[in-house]
């Protein structure tokens, strides 16, 4: 009688199941783009109908009510008032597709696969009651949004009225594969407005068209960094080493935050410099920067001493940690509040490596953000022209 195979030997069930799980991979992000593509087309078919209409408005609601009832009808949930609604906003919103570059999966992948989602033969003239013949556009729509994101992505981007910080959590979105729930984090603490406001115009919509990119240490820095993930409660009897603590139990959240390249190295880094000792409390290592990242965490307010410890810290990582075609160490100086002032006065002109930043432990509001962005602005266009009084007083003297 031959021997019976055990179907699990070698490691044969396992990799089956590494096949199954795959093609399931597959086939949940193949139906997800179809579905994408398949909501911007209803989206343009609205759209043009609702162009032909004499009272747009009033015609519109009209028509998206019927469009909405007979789907329901055909083709049960999904398909109500509200649902379509958002799928005419999405096309209004994207009427070119995606803003995510070819590389990342966006328009420009080659015009075989756009032409997948085209009607293979044309669509039929609607009813008279819908109103007059859509005008369908020639160009093929397939391809024209990501894979990797899903129609819950858009949903949530539709939610994001600017279009330049649309464009930006878009690419982001699928540049870094984030989950629709690290979408919506992303979105709700304002990432793109806390990126922005330390940027002029240019940067700004350089933001809007490619993303986050990550070249010098002030890049990786945001202002304020908000912790409301952590579910702390200011309280007036806190130690550093409960905020560290909290930082460290929901360290996959706090690298999200960080942002791009982090990789989590140690925590309580000691150092030593003679016979003393020193300890710092987070050191992260930055991929794209290709350099160490050292966190000190402040309760309160930042002082001059915190700046000058950390320059400490700093200099001696890259005295003793620093190899070889690494970037010079950053230091950054968490805090609940600071003094600009302070943090321009102790560092030095040419300071590039120790960075001071706040923590919020809530999501700001838009207009708090816009009012702390208004007040920055005005601080630093009062440094400059105290800059711009000084220099005209020491020109006038050395005149006399």
């Not at 343009?44 to 162009?51: L, M």
């Not at 994001?160 to 959590?169: A, E, I």
Request: glycine content about 6%.
């Amino acid at each position: 009688m031959p021997k019976e195979i055990e179907p699990s030997g070698n490691g044969l069930h396992e990799r089956i199941a590494a096949i199954v799980e795959r093609a399931r991979s597959h086939v949940a992000r193949s139906v997800n783009s179809a579905m994408v593509h398949a909501y911007w087309l209803i989206g343009r078919e609205i759209v043009e109908s609702e162009q032909a209409g004499l009272e747009r408005a009033a015609y519109g609601e009209r028509l998206v009510d019927e469009v909405a009832e007979r789907l329901t009808a055909r083709y049960g949930k999904g398909f109500g008032a509200t649902n379509v609604k958002r799928m005419r906003k999405f096309y209004l919103s994207f009427p070119n597709g995606s803003a995510v570059p070819a590389e990342l999966g966006g328009p420009g992948k080659g015009a075989a696969l756009r032409h997948q989602f085209e009607p293979p033969e044309p669509i039929p003239e609607p009813p008279a009651e819908i109103g007059a013949a859509v005008r369908h556009l020639s160009p093929p729509v397939s391809g024209l949004f990501p894979p990797q994101l899903s129609w819950t992505h858009y949903r949530l981007l539709l939610t994001v009225n600017d279009s330049t910080s649309r464009s930006f959590y878009e690419i982001e979105a699928a540049k870094e594969r984030w989950s629709t729930r690290e979408l919506e984090r992303q979105i709700a603490s304002l990432l793109f407005e806390r990126l922005a406001k330390s940027r002029d115009q240019e940067r700004v919509l350089q933001l809007g068209k490619q993303g986050q990119e990550v070249s010098r240490p002030e890049d990786v820095v945001k202002d304020p960094m908000v912790l409301e993930f952590l579910a702390l409660k200011e309280q007036p009897h806190w130690l550093e080493r409960d905020l560290e603590q909290a930082i460290i139990d929901r360290l996959e959240d706090f690298l999200l935050e960080l942002g791009k390249g982090f990789c989590f190295v140690a925590r309580q880094k000691r150092l030593t410099l003679g016979d003393d000792h020193f300890y710092v409390d987070l050191v992260f290592y930055n991929r794209l920067l290709r350099a160490f990242v050292l966190l000190d965490l402040k309760l309160g307010k930042l002082t001059h001493q915190d700046l000058g410890q950390m320059q400490m810290y700093v200099r001696c990582f890259d005295e003793f940690h620093r190899t070889e075609g690494e970037g010079r160490t950053i230091g950054i100086v968490l805090c609940s509040s600071k003094n600009d002032a302070v943090v321009r006065f102790t560092l030095p002109e040419d300071n590039q490596q120790v960075v001071a930043a706040r923590y919020q432990l809530y999501l700001p509001t838009e207009d708090e953000l816009k009012a702390e962005v208004e007040h920055e602005r005005a601080q630093a266009e009062r440094h400059l022209r105290l800059e711009s009084s000084e220099d005209s007083n020491g020109r006038s003297k050395r005149t006399d």
